[in-house]
């Protein structure tokens, strides 16, 4: 039904028995990173309905969706009682809840093949509902979300400091990566880089939550790059907050990826300053 360009598995389960209440399924707590859930508390209602659910669970950096229907009575005219219900996992590995939500939204296969059944509102209404919460119960992320933010040009950076004015020269003392970017409704043009460097990567897409998903390209040349199809953390960015895969040499100082994700939990928004986004990524 698609094309299998992430790692991924997708178990189908019917079973007969009675399942009380949706299962998220754990490992050692040690490994656990997060879950996501309904989040009543929300005040929505479930748009699966009152005998269905999605969960996720990020484990040891791979992100597991289960979606569960609730028993129903299949005892028909035999007299016995029984009833069936199902579970389908879907499993995207080295890939964090956010950038795995953000794989959902973007790629409505992906969603059908979860439920097994096409939705023509796919997952963005599950998504809508869905908390997320650590190991040990504290929310994921912070807001406001990047995908919140009015249109307008923005610099975060994966530091930390109590002034959102921090001057050009302390942020170069202090070090890390920086990005430049504008934002105009839910698409973002920009540039990702450490402070110490002027080239960087260019980067394109929509954004959903603190997550980009669209393509990037370099500003220099690389010796090396990923051109499989499992995402990986592009060298060029240390922090392993900007993942690519597909990688194609486009000119002889030029890489481009038609699949990244830029993912910005973590950083810190800070004063725009005098930066400015770029107009366009190279082709």
Do not use: H
């Amino acid at each position: 039904m698609f094309n299998r360009s992430l790692p991924l598995t997708l178990t189908g389960v019917a079973c007969l028995g009675i399942i009380a209440t949706p299962v998220i399924v754990r490992a050692e707590t040690s490994n656990l990173a997060a879950t996501c859930a309904f989040d009543t508390g929300m005040g929505k209602p479930n748009p699966l309905g009152m005998r269905a659910y999605i969960t996720a669970v990020e484990v040891n950096g791979d992100t597991t969706f289960t979606y569960e229907q609730f028993p129903a009575n299949v005892s028909g005219k035999t007299g016995v009682a029984a009833t069936i219900a199902q579970r389908r996992m879907l499993t995207f590995y080295k890939t964090t809840t956010a950038e795995a939500r953000e794989l959902l939204l973007q790629n409505p296969a992906y969603y059908a093949e979860l439920i097994g059944n096409k939705d023509s509102a796919g997952f963005k209404p599950v998504n809508d509902v869905l908390r997320c919460q650590t190991a040990e119960g504290k929310p994921l992320e912070k807001s406001p979300k990047i995908a919140n933010l009015p249109d307008g040009t923005y610099r975060f950076w994966n530091g930390k400091t109590r002034n959102s004015n921090i001057s050009d020269a302390a942020l170069l003392k202090q070090g890390g990566i920086l990005v430049v970017f504008k934002k105009q409704g839910s698409r973002i043009l920009g540039s990702v880089s450490r402070i110490d460097q002027e080239a960087g990567v260019c980067v394109e897409g929509m954004v959903a939550g603190n997550t980009m998903s669209g393509f990037a390209t370099t500003y220099q040349a690389l010796k090396k790059f990923n051109k499989s199809d499992t995402f990986e953390p592009l060298v060029v960015i240390p922090d392993g907050s900007l993942k690519t895969r597909r990688g194609k040499q486009i000119s002889n100082d030029r890489v481009r990826f038609p699949s990244a994700l830029l993912n910005l939990n973590g950083y810190t928004k800070i004063d725009t300053a005098k930066s400015q986004a770029p107009s366009k990524c190279p082709r």
